[in-house]
């Protein structure tokens, strides 16, 4: 359902942690805005641990 929301939700943090939190791999789909939020990140990752992969560079190295 991320994918085909508007580009306002897209960007809603709280939006952003319900799509990861139900399949990580979304992560690939958020703005940098959301890859580069650790909460965000880490929700992703517990959910699909392949999600880091599509964490922003400067996250991965929190993260890692």
Known sequence: AYIFASNRL?????IMMAAVSKNGLILSKLPILGRDNKAIVTVAIKQNNNAIDYA?????????
Do not use: G, L
């Open 10 to 14: 897209k960007n809603n943090m709280e």
């Open 56 to 64: 922003y560079p400067t996250m991965m190295a929190q993260i890692e």
